[in-house]
Nanobody, 123 residues
Framework: QVQLVESGGGSVQAGGSLRLSCAASGPISGYTMGWFRQAPGKEREFVAAVRWSVSNINYADPVKGRFTISRDNAENTVTLQMNSLKPEDTAIYYC?????????????????WGQGTQVTVSS
């Protein structure tokens, strides 16, 4: 059982940056770690995932070149650096851990979820 706690959300103007962090209650080295987001009235969507190391990363097309996912297995943390934020990035962002051997964009593949952190980008 892994408990995940996100932090770092907030409000920012378009073009700004935020850094989200996800702290796990236990070792995460064996898990694929992902970030998802859900905007009001929309389904939860994939943002990014990282497998063993930062050489195994998958990004959703809307965030490529703007967001960077990283992990620290020693500290049991995952971060999402978000730059050049746009109003359409506004959503609740969730950290997830999956006992899977690939960087799946499908939320049902992930076993553990955090409570989410709100990101609001104003124009």
């Amino acid at each position: 059982q892994v408990q995940l706690v996100e932090s770092g959300g907030g409000s920012v103007q378009a073009g700004g940056s935020l850094r989200l962090s996800c702290a796990a209650s236990g070792p995460i080295s064996g898990y694929t770690m992902g970030w998802f987001r859900q905007a009001p009235g929309k389904e939860r969507e994939f943002v990014a995932a990282v497998r063993w190391s930062v050489s195994n990363i998958n990004y959703a097309d809307p965030v490529k070149g703007r967001f960077t996912i990283s992990r620290d297995n020693a500290e049991n943390t995952v971060t999402l650096q978000m730059n050049s934020l746009k109003p359409e990035d506004t959503a609740i962002y969730y950290c997830a851990a999956g006992d899977i051997a690939y960087m799946s964009p499908r939320s049902e593949r992930y076993d553990y979820w955090g409570q989410g952190t709100q990101v609001t980008v104003s124009s």
